[in-house]
């Protein structure tokens, strides 16, 4: 099957061990059921990934991916995915990031980038192009993620960049990847896989025109989808406050994690909003590549002992995990501890949530300050918490590397899993399902674990007079959906934010290929990719009865707030997840069943969960 555009159709490949590369053709016909980043890069994990791989052993494959759109002048088009197996959860990650690595990448040539093997020493490869190069990393090992980013763009030239901090370095099962020195493949250990390579950094820099079968209608309806975006009226807010919008409207309806989620109502809410953000500390907008909406917010701190500190964000998930959830009452207070977390590599919600459990299991008394090495944690202390981000970072005792390990592990060793707020190990997000019960259906489904972008039901649960938010019903059926059609829209890939219609989608999908797909064929790709990740995960052992929820959900209600007094409902749940089960064609422990994985083309996947 030959086509003609919207992929390079070449995948390299390069073993860190031998030192060589290695070009592989993309396969089309994966394509066309897979689409590209998250769905090809699943596809391409399963085939080639031996089953039980430990996630930081050399056998793991780390593949940057790109999509179809990527690169092209369809909006948000410069975003791309890290996709591996989790040393977080032991599950598939695909972890995305904006900037414009991937762009750049897919301009070289490179649908994907996948890295094998292990380094003997630490290096970073510089790719222009054809040209591949291994370099000496050691002078950079040690060095933070954008320390990292300005040395490379002094000494190789001004190239996209994809970095580790120490934390990916010393193996922290948190630690992301940071691309062009400010966005970041934050959830599920990319990072420490990056690490456990011996890979500090990757460079790439390319000249090649992106192939598209019909390049001046695709272009046109790119133009079209453009003006569309423009029209739409939440655009405005977004480039005007970003993600940081959603503090006030989730602190007001009851349900920012609080606390180590304790509580749904933050009394500081309003010194850690996006009017304050605003007036204290954003000097200007930005944006990914190709993006009109410009979301970010370039800041500083302008006051108070953190001064001087300069970086884009905070974002609305940062705010909610290091704001609310760890007590801190002032914006310039969660800007430096996010900078810190950043610059040291490391994601910032699993972070949050960390630190959150840390510090009620010191109030507790099962983490002493000996066991911290003299730091004095508690809620609302930005130099005590970022003291323990570094020590956990380069993993300084018995204590901080078990910290490190990522909360299951920590909650378990310590005894201390009633007060967990996690599910399959990945902490939760800045939406608490006792406010939108909606959303904890979709972090107990989700493929990564706790994840707010595979089906983020909070806009409607708050705004559809059809649905009750303190409620299961309906919810499964909504959760299934959007997940389905997020899986498909991460792998063209577009940007979680982006308003554009799925017929707009399928549209430039097969202008750029000239593939023949309708949004029913488009969302089937969704759901396949979805149930692929699944056969995964249930082949690396996910044992049934996994899809469930932290125990304080169900037993602690806020004792303010618009959703004081709310709890979930353990039979609720569990009559709502059998639902989601129905509508997905899985069994009652939640494993496809033979009919739907031959529905979907995944029939010779079916030996892997029976
Ligand atoms: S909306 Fe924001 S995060 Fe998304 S591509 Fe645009 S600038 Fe990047």
């Known amino acids: 099957m030959s086509m003609s555009g919207g992929y390079t159709e070449k995948i390299l490949v390069i073993d860190l061990e031998k030192q060589k590369i290695n070009v592989e053709k993309t396969n089309l016909d994966d394509a066309k059921l897979f689409i590209g980043a998250k769905g090809l890069g699943a596809k391409y994990l399963i085939d080639h990934l031996p089953k039980g791989t430990d996630p930081l052993s050399p056998g793991n494959i780390l593949i940057f991916t790109t999509g179809p759109l990527t690169g092209t002048h369809a909006q948000t088009s410069g975003r791309g995915t890290v996709v591996t197996k989790s040393p977080l959860t032991g599950l598939f990650v695909d972890s995305h990031f904006g900037g414009v690595f991937a762009a750049e990448m897919k301009k070289a040539g490179w649908d994907f980038i996948v890295v094998k093997n292990k380094a003997e020493k630490p290096v970073y490869i510089v790719i222009k192009d054809d040209n591949v190069e291994f370099k000496d990393a050691s002078k950079l090992w040690g060095k933070e993620c954008l320390e990292t980013h300005n040395f490379l763009q002094k000494t ?18 948190i630690a992301c990847i940071t691309f062009d020195g400010h966005r970041h493949a934050g959830r599920g250990g990319t990072g420490a896989v990056m690490g456990s390579k011996n890979l500090k950094a990757i460079t790439v ?10 390049e001046k209608a695709f272009n046109e309806k790119a133009k079209e989808v453009l003006k569309q975006i423009q029209e739409n009226s939440f655009i405005p807010i977004r480039r005007k406050y970003g993600t940081p919008y959603w503090v006030q ?52 701190i302008k006051q108070g002992p953190f001064k001087g500190t300069s970086l884009i964000g905070p974002e609305y998930e940062t705010i909610a995990l290091m704001g609310s959830n760890l007590g801190l009452e002032s914006i310039e207070d969660v800007a430096y501890v996010c900078d810190r977390c ?49 020590a956990i970072a380069y993993r300084k005792n018995k204590t901080t590397r078990l910290l490190g390990e990522g909360i299951k592990t920590a909650s378990e060793t310590l005894n ?3 007060f967990a707020v996690h599910c399959k190990g990945m902490d939760l997000p800045g939406y608490d399902p006792r406010g939108v019960f909606g959303m904890g259906l979709a972090y107990a489904t989700s493929d990564r674990g706790a994840c707010h972008q595979r089906a983020w039901t909070v ?14 019903e309906k919810k499964a059926k909504i959760v299934k959906e959007v997940q389905d059609e997020r899986a498909a829209f991460f792998s063209l890939v577009l940007c979680d934010f982006a308003p554009i219609s799925e017929e707009h989608c399928v549209e430039m999908w097969n202008l750029a290929t000239g593939f023949d797909h309708n949004v029913e064929s488009y969302l089937k790709c969704g759901e396949r990719i979805w149930n692929l990740i699944r056969v995964f995960n249930l082949r690396e052992g996910l044992p049934p009865g996994s899809d469930k929820l932290p125990p304080r959900l169900f037993k602690e209600p806020f004792t303010k707030g618009p959703a004081k007094g709310i709890l979930l409902n353990e039979k609720d749940f569990e009559n709502s997840l059998q639902e989601y089960y129905t509508l ?21 996947y079916s030996k892997m969960v029976r």
């Open 459 to 472: 806009r409607a649960e708050l705004n559809d007079p059809e649905l009750d938010r303190f409620s299961f």
């Open 342 to 390: 950043n610059e040291l590599g490391m994601d910032t919600i699993s972070m949050g949530g960390i630190l959150g459990f840390t510090i009620e299991a010191y109030n507790k008394g099962i983490i002493t300050k000996r066991d911290l090495d003299g730091i004095e944690i508690g809620w609302g202390k930005p130099v005590e918490l970022s003291k323990l981000m570094e």
């Open 249 to 300: 409207v989730i602190n007001s309806e009851g349900f920012i994690p609080t606390r180590n989620y304790t509580e749904g109502y933050f009394e500081y809410g309003e010194e850690i909003n996006a009017e304050t953000m605003q007036q204290r500390i954003v000097d200007s907008g930005g944006a990914c590549y190709n993006c009109v909406i410009a979301c970010w917010n370039k800041s500083s």
């Open 205 to 214: 820099s390319g000249t090649k025109k992106i192939p598209l079968h019909n």
């Open 416 to 418: 201390a899993e009633d």
């Open 156 to 173: 190789e030239g001004k190239m996209k960049t994809a970095v580790i901090g120490p934390a990916g370095e010393n193996l922290v099962k």
């Open 584 to 604: 997905r064609g899985w069994d009652e422990k939640g494993v496809p069943t033979i009919e739907k994985l031959k529905e979907l083309n995944l029939e010779n």
